[in-house]
């Protein structure tokens, strides 16, 4: 997973992101959520849930709208097509529960199927998704591309310190702004 990004850059204007510096490695934070590497042609991604709203009907729980898989796996795909990456990490939780990427309707899985097609894909293990996934790909707890470290959930014993610097996921900070009538929380 070493060398040039020989597909081309990727322009702020594509990303609504913001570059910033972590370790020495100049990394975009996409406006969709995702990190992009370009001197790595990587794209990582985190907490896709796939399958919750499926999850969550079946509890008789909290009505999601039925096409989440497919929202997530658009903003995925429009993010591949805007870097044209050639490795993507999905840094766990893409799936919302163990039995998540077996329950995929045929037509969802062909489309991570046609995603994979080319790329270098690892599904990094999360608390929703642990063990391996029998869907494409690579599967990993973590995975060290140096500088980088990259695991779910953020370590508790400096093993990123050690590395150069910790790109994780799990975590969903939201912002709330109160008014005089209401409070709002967004991502």
Known sequence: MTGQN???SLHKS??????FTLAGVNLIAMGSGAL???EQSLLCVTDLH???SERYARAGGAGLPPYQTQDTLLKLE???EACRASTVICLGDSFD???AAGELAEDDRLWINRLQAGRDWIWIEGNHDPGPLEIGGSHRAVLSVHPLFFQHIAAHDHVADVMGGEVSGHYHPKARLKTANRSVSRA
């Open 6 to 8: 020989t597909q081309g």
């Open 14 to 19: 594509q990303t609504n992101g913001v570059a």
């Open 36 to 38: 992009w590497w370009q």
């Open 50 to 52: 796939l399958g919750k």
């Open 78 to 80: 429009t993010d591949l």
């Open 97 to 99: 529960h163990a039995e």
